[in-house]
T-cell receptor
Framework: KAGVTQTPRYLIKTRGQQVTLSCSPI?????VSWYQQTPGQGLQFLFE???????NKGNFPGRFSGRQFSNSRSEMNVSTLELGDSALYLC????????????FGPGTRLTVL | DQQVKQNSPSLSVQEGRISILNCDYT??????FLWYKKYPAEGPTFLIS?????DKNEDGRFTVFLNKSAKHLSLHIVPSQPGDSAVYFC???????????FGGGTRLMVKP
């Protein structure tokens, strides 16, 4: 079975721009979660989608948004980028039968200049 | 407010010996705990988990212990191998679906 894939792997943007990151979960997984990893704050939960609905949301500003499609693929969007948004963005998927064990993709490294 | 803490940022162990990584939590609502291993430029890899109804779970060289009264869990790796060198994260979840709260990580170095 193919793992979680994320595209693009690396991205460079400038302040004020917006960005869209994509995640394809493991086949059959319906839950997709997004996390941000920075040296200062560690791994922080952004949001989770299940069956195209946002089920949980972390403590991030409204500039961070996401969605999930009927095939369980998910996108997250960050608008009006700030320097502090530079981070590794990780996507994780979970099977319905094991809701707590999440399988992570390799991440998208976003650099904001 | 850090709900999950890993107080040792790094740990160095000789190959063949035991590695013990520790994690403390403050939220009594957490009922499921996981350990992940992470190499640079890769996503975290799931290692082992434990439900709050248990106090021990074993999988090969990896054992996780949970002390609910102390709100403490630990990961034991025996015997440690150089390939185990990575950053280890503990994570916890409660009733809120798949929201994981991570500790800050411990960098394990296993010396040959």
């Amino acid at each position: 079975k193919a793992g979680v894939t994320q595209t693009p792997r690396y991205l460079i943007k400038t302040r004020g721009q917006q960005v869209t990151l994509s995640c394809s979960p493991i086949s059959g997984h319906r839950s997709v979660s997004w996390y941000q990893q920075t040296p200062g704050q560690g791994l922080q939960f952004l949001f989770e989608y299940f069956s195209e609905t946002q089920r949980n949301k972390g403590n991030f500003p409204g500039r961070f948004s996401g969605r999930q499609f009927s095939n369980s693929r998910s996108e997250m969007n960050v608008s009006t980028l700030e320097l502090g948004d530079s981070a590794l963005y990780l996507c994780a998927s979970s099977p319905l039968t094991s809701i707590n064990e999440q399988f992570f993709g390799p991440g998208t490294r976003l650099t904001v200049l | 407010d850090q709900q999950v803490k890993q107080n040792s940022p790094s740990l160095s162990v000789q190959e063949g010996r035991i590695s013990i990584l520790n994690c403390d939590y403050t939220n009594s609502m957490f009922d499921y705990f996981l350990w992940y291993k992470k190499y640079p430029a890769e996503g975290p890899t799931f290692l082992i988990s434990i439900s709050s109804i248990k106090d021990k779970n074993e999988d090969g060289r990896f054992t996780v212990f949970l002390n609910k009264s102390a709100k403490h869990l630990s990961l034991h790796i025996v015997p440690s191998q150089p390939g185990d060198s990575a950053v280890y994260f503990c994570a916890a979840s409660g009733n809120a679906g798949n929201m994981l709260t991570f500790g800050g990580g411990t960098r394990l170095m296993v010396k040959p």
